[in-house]
């Protein structure tokens, strides 16, 4: 039994939120997982040794983990997946260590990053020793590709970013260091991890190996991503639950949850979303690409009238 996978099931599945925190937990090294700072100093190394290298130097790294840390941007609410204090040897050595984890290629936004970093610049200017890390699947998705290549550094010496991989035979990942750390811990060449927790980095490795792996045919299976996004907007009901709606040039629509980054059932949403706000968009008389083409036309005209009002 993996208790990852039978989590995972039915409406109880793990989403980006739930990997993330068993990701920031094994950075963290004064949790009680019993690593110490072996996972962080193979992140930090895997990430850049040369960049790191005086925190690498000390005898034990000291890092410490916020998640869906709250950052503000233009009045809006940001909150980053994981944040990584790490201690150098003064507190001009210290490092912010910011990783947005993605295990979906749907769940890419391609201002998201960008964003992430302005506000992290908002609330501090003079913010120094940044690395922003991006976390996503081995695949040439172009929502992903999109997202990291918006992010500018507005500091090239002492802000610094990298896209990483959960998993890949070339560039190596997360789950490849966790792998090598299992394999230290056989051979005795780290302290011996107790049984718990081994069993859990397993079967963690196992469930983020097969959710994070890239389907050669996704585009031919319902529901899945058909074509480039074209068209994306944010909205929000009136309990405070906000959905990200994207169309794509093969007229496709699909609704994303912007909390977990999962998949809603599109009509579903943008139905209760039309019946809140008392859009003129007949719903029950037309299928889900029908309601989309329609949902984004009324967008389009809000916008124009915002735009003109300004």
């Not at 609704?255 to 943008?270: H, M, P, S, Y």
Request: proline content about 3%; overall charge neutral.
């Amino acid at each position: 039994m993996n208790i990852f996978s039978v989590l995972s099931q039915g409406k109880s599945r793990l989403h980006e939120p739930s990997m993330s925190a068993l990701l920031g937990y094994l950075l963290d090294s004064n949790q009680d997982h019993g690593l110490s700072d072996t996972f962080i100093r193979a992140f930090l190394t895997h990430l850049d040794s040369e960049v790191f290298a005086q925190i690498l130097d000390q005898r034990s790294v000291n890092a410490t983990v916020e998640l869906e840390v709250e950052y503000e941007l233009n009045n809006g609410r940001r909150d980053i997946d994981i944040e990584v204090t790490v201690r150098g040897a003064s507190d001009s050595d210290d490092f912010r260590v910011i990783i947005e984890n993605k295990i979906k290629r749907g769940a890419a936004s391609p201002k998201q990053l960008k964003e992430y970093y302005e506000a992290i610049l908002q609330d501090d200017p003079k913010v120094r020793n940044l690395y922003i890390v991006f976390l996503t699947p081995e695949i040439n998705a172009s929502a992903l590709n999109a997202e990291f290549a918006n992010l500018t550094l507005k500091n090239n010496r002492q802000h610094f970013k990298k896209r990483i991989y959960w998993d890949s035979g070339k560039q190596g990942g997360v789950l490849p260091m966790l792998r090598q750390i299992l394999m230290q811990e056989a051979i005795g060449e780290i302290t011996p991890i107790n049984e718990y927790m081994r069993h859990t980095i397993k079967a963690f490795i196992r469930h983020a190996s097969v959710v994070t792996q890239p389907n050669l045919m996704r585009g031919m299976r319902t529901g899945e991503d058909i074509g480039e996004i074209t068209d994306e907007t944010t909205i929000s009901m009136k309990d405070g639950r906000t959905y990200r709606v994207v169309r794509r040039d093969s007229t496709q629509i699909q609704v994303f949850n912007e909390e977990t980054g999962d998949k809603e059932i599109a009509r579903r949403i943008l139905a209760e979303f039309i019946d809140e706000n008392l859009l003129k968009i007949p719903h029950r008389q037309l299928n889900t690409r029908g309601i989309g083409k329609q949902f984004f036309e009324w967008n389009k005209e809000l916008s124009s009238v915002r735009v003109s009002m300004k």
